[in-house]
């Protein structure tokens, strides 16, 4: 019984002695390994400070008032890296004009090095879907999707589209195109920095930048009007 006992703790004291080796020998390669590793991490780290600094995010918040109060919120945020810049705004507005009337618009533009690659714009109202189109550049033209009907527009290249006015005042810009009425509408300068624009149905707006940011548009439709009112500038 002792000698096999002898033999047992023989056994344990090699394991535990190629443990304690392998140990050694592991804190050893890593202390070998150590600065590869601290580089590694350095690199992935300036690599992430540089895409996260190179990436340019703006966010605008604004009001919607008619005849003195708030009837709604717009949203827009503009992410420019890379030569792309995607733009997009949200908008909300209930109010009552002889009946409860509420609207909701989410309409989006993607740019590569300042052509429109693609833009969706989506409205609803009073819960029903008014709009849904789509326009996607692709050899050299633009298709358009409206529910099931598809057709070609040859107005390449957009540059510069109506959720562009949310992003850069368009000084020595004369045209802007609606993707709403797929077609290019003339930029009228009233004033300094303000700026008119008529739509094809006969309603106007005007857009008015303070230092190159747009901080309110004034809306005037033939049964309404209201103002688009800057609340933030970050």
Known sequence: MIPV???????????????????????????RQLPSIVAALLAALMLLITVM???????????????????????FSETTNGGVDYLKMVSDVKTRFIFTF????????????????????????????????????????????AGNNTEINKNYPITYS????????PENI?????????????IQKVDGHKYKITLPDGNYNYYCYKEG??????????????????????
């Open 162 to 169: 109506m959720l562009s006015l949310y992003s850069k005042e």
């Open 53 to 75: 600094s190179y990436a340019q995010n703006r966010q605008f918040k604004y009001q919607i008032v008619r005849n003195g109060n708030k009837v709604g919120t717009l949203d």
């Open 5 to 31: 006992l002898i033999i047992w703790l023989l056994k344990r004291y090699r394991q535990r002695r190629h443990s304690a080796q392998k140990i050694q020998s592991d804190l050893k390669n890593l202390k």
């Open 213 to 234: 940011v747009l901080n309110l548009v004034e809306i005037h439709h033939s049964l309404y009007s209201a103002n688009i009112v800057l609340t933030n500038n970050n």
């Open 174 to 186: 004369n045209k802007v195109y609606s993707d709403n009425f797929e077609t290019f509408l003339i």
């Open 102 to 145: 509420t609207a909701h618009a989410n309409e989006e533009a993607v740019y590569r090095n300042g052509i429109l690659l693609h833009s969706s714009i989506y409205r609803k109202l009073n819960g029903n879907e008014k709009v849904n189109k789509q326009h996607l550049a692709e050899n050299n033209q633009y298709i358009i999707r």
